[in-house]
């Protein structure tokens, strides 16, 4: 009987590692793929042929920190691209162009540490540095904190005037 109760523990035990190392491995692969996703996005904007925003999800949370005109919490996908992201792009004669320097992953969330580039329509350039912290839900983006230069955008954002 004594034989039989360990050897019912060294299978338990033998399960229990088995799921913890599936579950690990599982995780791993999530990570992984978060990471490939935002590496994508990010070359195809450098590329001029997507971008990030593509894989916002519509309920997506994005929130600029800081102290910029823009800084603030935009409850969905639409408030963030028709509050931030067209009235930026109306306002630049050249596409704004990143730079990656890093991204790294962790459990749901990738970080992305970038420098862009663009010409404004005054044609002087914008030039700003980033980190967004973004967490991603089925290959979406459902929840965003992005961090910048605050005097660069400011002084962008009030010196050239968007397009009609």
Not at 79 to 103: G, K, Q, W
Request: aromatic letters at 10%; proline letters at 4%; charged letters at 20%.
């Amino acid at each position: 009987m004594t034989n039989w109760i360990r050897n019912v523990g060294r299978i338990a035990i033998a399960l229990a590692a088995a799921t913890m190392a599936a579950k690990a491995g599982a995780q791993t692969h999530q990570v992984e793929a978060n990471r490939a996703a935002i590496a994508k996005a990010m070359d195809a904007w450098a590329a001029g042929t997507g971008g990030p925003y593509d894989l916002l999800a519509e309920d997506a949370v994005w929130t600029i920190s800081g102290n910029s005109l823009a800084s603030k919490t935009y409850p969905s996908k639409e408030a963030f691209m028709s509050e931030v992201i067209r009235p930026f792009n109306a306002r630049m004669r050249t596409r704004l162009i990143p730079s990656v320097h890093a991204l790294y992953a962790e459990d749901d969330t990738v970080v992305a540490h970038f420098d862009a580039q663009g010409t404004a329509r005054d044609g002087k350039p914008y030039v700003n540095s980033y980190a967004w912290i973004l967490t991603l839900k089925d290959g979406r983006i459902v929840r965003a904190h992005a961090f910048f230069d605050a005097h660069a955008f400011d002084d962008f954002w009030t010196r050239v005037r968007p397009a009609e």
